[in-house]
């Protein structure tokens, strides 16, 4: 089994920034995909990025690329995603989720709100 516990969500006035945290517990995640998700109101969860941990590449999505930034800390066991240039379309609930595969994704932090204010 894997915890993962977000933090960092709040809100913050467009244009600004906000750094989001995924700290991982129960087994080491090296192994895992660790990907970002996020739900708007009234909207499908959405695939933001994911990184995979002993390879080190990156994959996002069209609306953040250039955005935001997806890094890890082995020693931390913990992924963190750099929001800048905030949009109040990136309003959502942000989820972590770590994955055996890039499309499946077995565990789920409870996630955390991010309010972007034009």
């Known amino acids: 089994q894997v915890q993962l516990v977000e933090s960092g969500g709040g809100l913050v006035q467009a244009g600004g920034s906000l750094s989001l945290s995924c700290a991982a517990s129960?087994?080491?995640?090296?192994?895992?995909?660790m990907g970002w998700f996020r739900q708007g109101p009234g909207k499908d969860r959405e695939f933001v990025a994911r990184?995979?941990?002993?390879?080190?590449?990156?994959v996002y999505a069209d609306s953040v690329k250039g955005r935001f930034t997806l890094s890890r800390d082995n020693a931390k066991n913990t992924v963190y995603l750099q929001m800048n240039s905030l949009k109040p379309e990136d309003t959502a609930v942000y989820y972590c989720?770590?994955?055996?595969?890039?499309?499946?994704?077995?565990?789920w932090g409870q996630g955390t709100q991010v309010t972007v204010s034009s």
């Open positions: 990184i995979r941990w002993s390879a080190e590449s990156t």
């Open positions: 129960g087994r080491p995640i090296s192994s895992y995909f």
């Open positions: 989720g770590a994955g055996s595969t890039s499309s499946k994704y077995e565990y």
